[in-house]
């Protein structure tokens, strides 16, 4: 039984829980989050595993208030601005990563944006305040379900595989954060939610809507700009390198340049990805060749991110 009433220990618990790298589940005003610490590669993993979710795409770093907000991203005037509205709030703002920003890679896909928010529910905040670290939270439901709004809900989809689910009573709002993309020169609606495009406009003027953004990743390439991705050309499935190339590997293979487990194991491979990807996108190699990563697990996820990579890009 993971189920636990939301009480001062039971958070301390929770918190705990988080801090070893371990899922939690925990309410917010939105929907129930898939908790993990967002500084921690393979407790990020084990999100994707847990939703089966078949892509990384990036997830919100959730923060308990504007100041441990402003040690994982860059906030600019107007992010300032749309913050002293609505956090703790259903908006989600997408800013420049800061230097020195704690949160993975696989947290934020590898890109050089993270989204963050502050949720508006004591639990939740509660449970942020003790933890200490952003924690990365995606909607507590296996990939392709219905979002959970009550803790019964989560454990019907992912009971066997979490920590602990904390239980805080039935969600207020039942849709996601309005996600808002602020590194743009106009503010970019990514996703409508909790929080109106025209409670935003009062703030901020004309903003612009994204068209065909999907929480499972982008679906043609012309939105593929939006998604991490190397410079040099990636080829899959390479038994070897060719002359030039980096060769980034999978299981035992001594003569790769990095290797994304050598034990063969696909959390750890997952972790690795996005930091692996940049180390070997430099232009000493002329391009990079991955070794063939099993398809089953969290290989769906690896494998769509990496042919996504290998789609040929024109250098404009
Ligand atoms: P979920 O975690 O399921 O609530 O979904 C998070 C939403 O935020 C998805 O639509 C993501 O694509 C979006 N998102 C998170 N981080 C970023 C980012 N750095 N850039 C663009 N979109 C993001
Ligand atoms: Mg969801």
């Known amino acids: 039984m993971t189920i636990i009433a939301a009480s001062d220990s039971a958070i301390a618990a929770a918190a705990a829980l988080l801090r070893e790298g371990r899922l939690v589940a925990f309410p917010t005003e939105t929907v129930y989050g898939l908790g993990a610490d967002a500084t921690d590669d393979r407790a990020v ?19 308990a208030d504007i100041a441990a907000a402003a040690e994982l991203v860059t906030l600019d005037e107007r992010a300032r601005r749309l913050a002293a509205a609505f956090w703790p709030g259903p908006l989600t ?129 012309g939105m593929l700009a939006s998604h991490y991705a190397p410079a040099l050309p990636v080829r899959l499935d390479a038994q070897a390198a060719l002359p030039g190339e980096a060769l980034l590997g999978f299981g035992p293979l001594p003569q790769a340049t990095l290797n994304l487990s050598p034990t063969a194991d696909l959390a750890e491979a997952a972790a690795n990805l996005f930091a692996l990807l940049r180390a070997l996108d430099r232009a000493e190699f002329s391009g990079i060749a991955v070794a063939p990563i099993p398809h089953h697990g969290l290989g769906l996820a690896i494998n769509d991110r990496l042919r996504r990579a290998a789609v040929p890009r024109s250098s404009a």
Do not use: W, Y
Request: glycine share 10%; net charge neutral.
């Open 45 to 63: 993993a084990a999100i994707f595993a847990a939703k089966n979710r078949p892509t990384f795409n990036p997830l919100i770093a959730h923060v």
């Open 93 to 221: 703002l997408v800013l420049p990563r800061a230097a020195g920003s704690t949160v993975s890679l696989l947290a934020s896909a590898g890109l050089d944006s993270i989204a963050v928010r502050v949720p508006a529910h004591p639990v939740a905040l509660a449970l942020l305040r003790a933890t200490g670290r952003p924690v990365a939270a995606p909607s507590a439901n296996p990939s392709g379900g219905v979002s959970p709004t009550t803790a019964a809900h989560v454990e019907e989809g992912l009971g066997e595989r979490l920590a602990m689910i904390l239980d805080g009573g039935a969600c207020r709002v039942g849709v996601e954060s309005t996600v808002l993309d602020l590194t743009t020169a106009t503010p970019t609606l990514l996703r409508p939610g909790g929080v109106t495009r025209e409670q935003l406009e009062i703030l901020l003027g004309p903003i612009a809507v994204a068209q065909g953004h999907d929480e499972d990743g982008p679906r043609s390439p």
